[in-house]
T-cell receptor, first 113, second 114 residues
Framework: RKEVEQDPGPFNVPEGATVAFNCTYSNSASQSFFWYRQDCRKEPKLLMSVYSSGNEDGRFTAQLNRASQYISLLIRDSKLSDSATYLCVVNSPLGFGNEKLTFGTGTRLTIIP | ETGVTQSPTHLIKTRGQQVTLRCSSQSGHNTVSWYQQALGQGPQFIFQYYREEENGRGNFPPRFSGLQFPNYSSELNVNALELDDSALYLC?????????????FGNGTRLTVT
């Protein structure tokens, strides 16, 4: 089983629609969680951290369910500029106080005019 | 605009050769981590350096090695290149040893091994 699993998509949705991405992780000791965005042929950029209480940043809402080891990202009123690959990222302990980030394969989103 | 710069941007090497990739961290950052991103995949964690010491390593063989310098710039060295090493190599800088601090990625070095 992969440490972080995402639906690879692609998701093709019309402008203005709401789209949701899901992600599951296997390591119950994982400590923190993020969504990164990666445009084609560009570097990943942090979109938002994910907290147990859920958090919102404008049109974006992230949720974490530790019991189910499940993370989600909701994008409302999607814009053409939201077209990108969305990477689910999990921070897990390596031991000796070290940590590592594990990225999912990413979910490709294309917003259609 | 990212403050992390990587060089070179593209590189072609032959199987069995050695390669060194370079990364300059964003000003004020003392942590650097390296990732390998194959086509259609997410970045895979190679290792992280904090104040010149390796403080975390992913599932990569010892032929992947690195250094962090006093100015917090970094190198990734790969010996005995294999065809499967062809990928985009990303470095990211941050503050502090924890990987909870936001990472700032460079544009990457695209390595092709023939």
């Amino acid at each position: 089983r992969k440490e972080v699993e995402q639906d690879p998509g692609p998701f093709n949705v019309p402008e203005g629609a709401t789209v949701a991405f899901n992600c599951t992780y296997s390591n119950s000791a994982s400590q923190s969680f993020f969504w990164y965005r990666q445009d084609c042929r560009k570097e990943p950029k942090l979109l938002m951290s994910v907290y147990s209480s859920g958090n919102e940043d404008g049109r974006f809402t992230a949720q974490l369910n530790r019991a189910s080891q499940y993370i989600s990202l909701l994008i409302r009123d999607s814009k053409l500029s939201d077209s990108a690959t969305y990477l689910c990222v999990v921070n897990s302990p390596l031991g000796f106080g070290n940590e590592k980030l594990t990225f999912g394969t990413g979910t490709r989103l294309t917003i259609i005019p | 605009e990212t403050g992390v710069t990587q060089s070179p941007t593209h590189l072609i090497k032959t199987r069995g050769q050695q390669v060194t990739l370079r990364c300059s961290s964003q000003s004020g950052h003392n942590t650097v981590s390296w990732y390998q991103q194959a086509l259609g995949q997410g970045p895979q964690f190679i290792f992280q350096y904090y104040r010149e010491e390796e403080n975390g390593r992913g599932n990569f063989p010892p032929r992947f090695s690195g250094l962090q310098f006093p100015n917090y710039s970094s190198e990734l060295n790969v010996n005995a290149l294999e065809l499967d090493d062809s990928a985009l190599y990303l470095c990211a800088s941050g503050t502090g040893p924890s990987m909870d601090s936001p990472l700032h990625f460079g544009n990457g070095t695209r390595l092709t091994v023939t």
